[in-house]
């Protein structure tokens, strides 16, 4: 089974700051990790897909990178609805289908 | 537009069943592979299930498997979770998703949820 590792477990800033969260896999997923963001009470939304592609309708400011291990989801530039959960997937090596544990994104 | 909606959670004993159904719509249902994925109250997120888009290939969470089975019926465009043998670590809100694709890739559409609580 992959695992995946989300750093940091929460990050703190502030409204226009940028945000750079991290996904490690326990081995290589080639490109096939996807980002969701969860709000409270309500279902994930898928943001990226093959680790760069965002989803229909994912405003431009959020990116992903990364391959093989590494990948990074970057907020550029942070509004007040991007404070959210967010989560890593991988579907490289299935089954299982594994998720990251989390990385909470609040209000500084 | 595309939506999903779960039925059927509630408070089960422990050893008791319970079948979850997700009524889709605003696309073609048979086309795409479908997941069942829940969330332990403040936890992060485990696919339990999938089934491809015609329900000839299904896999299971090592933690469900051989107590739920999941199926579908293209014809009425629902998704059916059947949970057996129920536990308590089976609490949770379980969301239905759609799959990207035809088999399995990524969710791109989920459910709203439905709670379902084991406890005697």
């Known amino acids: 089974e992959i695992v995946l590792t989300q750093s940091p477990a929460t990050l703190s800033l502030s409204p226009g700051e940028r945000a750079t969260l991290s996904c490690r896999a326990s081995q290589s997923v080639s490109s096939y990790l996807a980002w969701y963001q969860q709000k409270p009470g309500q279902a994930p939304r898928l943001l990226i897909y093959d680790a760069s592609n965002r989803a229909t309708g994912i405003p431009a400011r959020f990116s992903g990178s990364g391959s093989g291990t590494d990948f990074t989801l970057a907020i550029s530039s942070l509004e007040p609805e991007d404070f959210a959960v967010y989560y890593c997937?991988?579907?490289?090596?299935?089954?299982?289908?594994?998720f990251g544990q989390g990385t909470r994104l609040d209000i500084k | 537009q595309v939506q999903l909606e779960e039925s059927g959670g509630g408070v089960v004993q422990p050893g008791r069943s319970l079948r979850l159904s997700c009524a889709a719509s605003?696309?073609?249902?048979?086309?795409?592979?479908m997941h069942w994925v829940r969330q332990a109250p403040g936890k992060g997120l485990e696919c339990v299930a999938v089934i491809w888009y015609d329900g000839s290939n299904k896999y299971y969470a090592d933690s469900v498997k051989g107590r739920f089975t999941i199926f579908r019926d293209n014809s009425k465009n629902t998704l059916y979770l059947q949970m057996d043998s129920l536990r308590a670590e089976d609490t949770a809100v379980y969301y239905c998703?759609?799959?990207?694709?035809?088999?399995?890739?990524?969710?791109?559409?989920w459910g709203q949820g439905t709670l379902v609580t084991v406890s005697s």
């Open positions: 997937q991988q579907r490289s090596n299935w089954p299982p289908i594994t």
């Open positions: 605003g696309f073609t249902f048979s086309s795409y592979g």
């Open positions: 998703a759609r799959d990207k694709g035809a088999t399995v890739s990524y969710f791109d559409y």
